[in-house]
Structure formats: structure tokens, C-alpha cells
Nanobody, 112 residues
Framework: QVQLVESGGGLVQPGGSLRLSCAASGIIFSSHIMRWYRQAPGKQREFVAVLSSRGFRNYADSVQGRFTISRDIAKNTVYLQMNSLKPEDTAVYYC??????WGQGTQVTVSS
């Protein structure tokens, strides 16, 4: 059974940083495409970042230069380092494997 568990969310002031983690079990995620998405209240879920099995990375324009997706193969975990956070980054963040398996989400709130 595939399970993705996100963690690392919380409340942070504008300009601050957070690192989200997505721990996978039941699947070797490094062989698949990993993505981070987010969903703000009243809005549709939107793409944030992608990391392919070959290490290709891409980001939404809104987070380019501020967010970094990475992985630890030994820990079977993917990360999302978020710097220079803005209030508009407030959302529930989800990780996915091949857009088929999903985690439960972790809340990120950026507010002073």
C-alpha cells in the first residue's frame, strides 16, 4: 500500500522559510515523478514544483527562485524548501507520485 505523509507546515511570518517533507512508503519514489501542489481557500489546487526520476526540476512562475524541490533517496523522502514566503503562499500543500497517489496535505500559513 502506497502512503505519502507530508510534514513541516506551520505558521511563519512573511519573508520566513519552511521546509516541507513528504515521506513515501510502499513505493520507491525516485523511480517516479514527484510533484508538490497547493490549494488555497476557495481556489483550485495548483502546481508548485516537480522532480522527475532523472532529476529534472520545474517550478510554477509564482515560486520560481524562492522554492526548491529535492529528494533524499535513502530516506525515500522529497522536500520542498520554501524561502522568502509571502502571504499568498498560504495554502494546504500536497505531494503526489505520478499525480496518482496523494498525501493528506500540510497547512502553511504566512502571516504577521
Amino acid at each position: 500500500q502506497v502512503q505519502l505523509v507530508e510534514s513541516g507546515g506551520g505558521l511563519v511570518q512573511p519573508g520566513g522559510s519552511l521546509r516541507l517533507s513528504c515521506a513515501a512508503s510502499g513505493i520507491i519514489f525516485s523511480s517516479h515523478i514527484m510533484r508538490w501542489y497547493r490549494q488555497a481557500p476557495g481556489k483550485q489546487r495548483e502546481f508548485v514544483a516537480v522532480l522527475s526520476s532523472r532529476g529534472f526540476r520545474n517550478y510554477a512562475d509564482s515560486v520560481q527562485g524562492r522554492f526548491t524541490i529535492s529528494r533524499d533517496i535513502a530516506k525515500n523522502t522529497v522536500y520542498l524548501q520554501m524561502n522568502s514566503l509571502k502571504p499568498e503562499d498560504t495554502a494546504v500543500y500536497y505531494c503526489s507520485v505520478n499525480d496518482y497517489y496523494w498525501g493528506q496535505g500540510t497547512q502553511v500559513t504566512v502571516s504577521s
